[in-house]
């Protein structure tokens, strides 16, 4: 079973623009992480966030956390065709600790 | 430093034989997760092992699936026998521990198509 929910499905953007992709999941969480996925390949961490972290910053990315709302946001600024890639949530409970991905947002980046 | 390394990338089989997927971890980590990856879909966690004992199996099929983790590096992924409905993605990834914070690590996957 999968917790997350993502929106969009898929992403289409011009070089420079900004991205924003959006996670919905339903039980409390511990954190929630960011993964990117290019074609074919596995899954790079991007960023954690945790429960009583509201907003966070790697580089280019910004990640936003509602507990109220039990949502989360993903920010790409001045995106670069090399961002193409599919990009999945993924929630970690208190209790197992095991890891519930989204079922992703496909970002297409056009040069 | 070498990523999780898994073999084969890609197998192709007929529906009721046997295949196998290898995973190696990354040096020094205690923590081996094997994912299943469908088409369109985020991973979903088959089997979690802490060193050599499986702490988290409730995902796992248990009448066709097994997985080892023999001295607690290298793991195997077996399917036998192998249905029409498992083909899809599967990955492998490590920790160092598992620890709600640890970063996961994941190979490139091995895709499975049964025909």
């Known amino acids: 079973s999968q917790q997350g929910e993502e929106d969009p499905q898929a992403l289409s953007i011009q070089e420079g623009e900004n991205a924003t992709m959006n996670c919905s999941y339903k039980?409390?969480?511990?954190?929630l992480q960011w993964y990117r996925q290019n074609s074919g390949r596995g899954l790079v961490h991007l960023i954690l966030?945790?429960?009583?972290?509201r907003e966070k910053h790697s580089g280019r990315l910004r990640v936003t956390l509602d507990t109220s709302k039990k949502s989360s946001s993903l920010l790409i600024t001045a995106s670069r065709a090399a961002d193409t890639a599919s990009y999945f949530c993924?929630?970690?409970?208190?209790?197992?600790?095991?890891?519930?991905f989204g079922q992703g947002t496909e970002l297409s980046v056009k040069p | 430093e070498a990523g999780v390394v898994q073999s084969p990338r890609y197998k192709i089989i007929e529906k009721k034989q046997p295949v196998a997927f290898w995973c190696n971890p990354i040096s020094g980590h205690n923590t081996l997760y094997w994912y299943l990856q469908n088409l369109g879909q985020g991973p979903e966690l088959l089997i979690r092992?802490?060193?050599?004992?499986?702490?988290?199996d409730s995902q796992l099929p248990k009448d066709r699936f097994s997985a080892e983790r023999l001295k607690g590096v290298d793991s195997t992924l077996k399917i036998q026998p192998a249905e029409l409905g498992d083909s899809a993605v599967y990955l492998c990834?490590?920790?160092?521990?598992?620890?709600?914070?640890?970063?996961?690590?994941f190979g490139p996957g091995t895709r499975l198509t049964v025909l």
């Open positions: 966030i945790r429960s009583n972290e």
């Open positions: 990834a490590s920790s160092q521990t598992g620890g709600f914070y640890n970063e996961q690590f």
């Open positions: 993924a929630t970690r409970d208190n209790q197992g600790g095991k890891l519930i």
């Open positions: 092992y802490e060193n050599e004992e499986a702490v988290d």
């Open positions: 039980t409390s969480i511990n954190n």
